[in-house]
């Protein structure tokens, strides 16, 4: 998008403080006197007092396991929580309830979907299509799976910038692709990859997509129907949600016809000794006691979520991003890590020869939170011939004087060991 139809945060229909008072993480100094600018949100956001409260009033008022109990409690809480995926069904326009399964996140969405699903999809000698900005949770699952049928994986590279090398992406379907799996977002470079275009092309090639909505889900709306998904996975603690919780969306077809992912009580229908026949969706894959207060909590995440100005929020967000990036460009010896043309919330960058753990460290003293490492893309980083980066990654609350506060941390690392 060109940078002119940005508007700034002043002129958005968005009142930033009025939502930073909802997150009381955010309020708070860091050592003494020093105040926080929160900007470590790509690894997990901060959470609103509605979400929090929310879990207060679960263990609170409501605490009871679900599904089983004929008691008052236990019917209460199997409805909040079955009215929890019914808001997560919401959220990413899916067409049915019964295809939001609860997960612990990403990671456990991806071994669901590789261990069940990719076993019956892949086959010796084929080929999983990745790509090379993908999350080692988009990698290893895939690997373990390619490992122990005799598949192979292939990677779609990626461009100095930081884009897909979708010019390749046909010639990389091929009749032995089993299927793709691929992030919307990276969490390293904040590239916002063209998913619609991607599933077209796969889909014409019959090749199923996997989606990793780790990074996507906080920050653009997501109509899984619109995207033709077949899996679309998220974790809840990166939208404001609670950790140990997130969702992966199937199709219909695929979630039917996949066996379980685990064994236990909730998912079945019928145990004998010599059989067991399993329950229908979204139970078949929620074995044991779920995680009911996180899930609840998630509900009301996504809510929240869906009750802010969508389109305000992004302005605004665009608008951060497009001026922390100016003031990075500014600051000498910085180089920005990740510069696609459509980005979202991420700017990962290297400053001269410093380390990016001794820039971390020095910028934390300075409250301002940031990630420093190889942000479990290994193989993207050497891609670019980087141990790591420095990532600065917003959310809808981040603000110009939290970009200013990180510029002033940088000026105090280059003091330091400049
Ligand atoms: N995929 C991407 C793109 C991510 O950014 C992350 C987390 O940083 C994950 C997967 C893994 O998410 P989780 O640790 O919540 O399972």
Redesign the pocket.
Known sequence: MPATTHPTPETASFNVEALRADFPALAQDVYEDTPLAYLDN??TSQKPTPVIERLDRFYRDENSNVHRGVHRLSQDATEEYEEARKSLARFLNAPDPDQIIFT?????G?NLVSSTFGRMAVEEGDEILLTEME?H??IVPWQMLAEQVGASIEVLPVTDRGELRMDLLPGMLTDDTALMAI?H???TLGTINPMEDIIDVAHAEDVPVVV?G??SAPHLPVDVQALDADFFVF?G??MFGPTGI?VCFGKREHLEAMPPYQGGGDMIDRVSFEETTYDDLPHKFEAGTPNIADAIGLGTAAEYIMDLDWDAVQAHEEAVLEYATEQLEAVEGVRIVGTAPDKTSVLSFVFDDIHPYDAGTVLDREGVAVRTGH??TQPLLERYGLPGTIRASFAAYNTREDVDHLIDGLQKVRHMFG
Not at 104 to 108: A, K, M, P, S, V
Request: aromatic residues 0%; neutral net charge; hydrophobic residues 20%.
């Open positions: 790509a690894a612990r996140g990403t990671t456990e991806l999350h949770s988009n992030s977002v990276s969490n990793d780790a990074q974790s603690h990166k997130g942000h479990c």
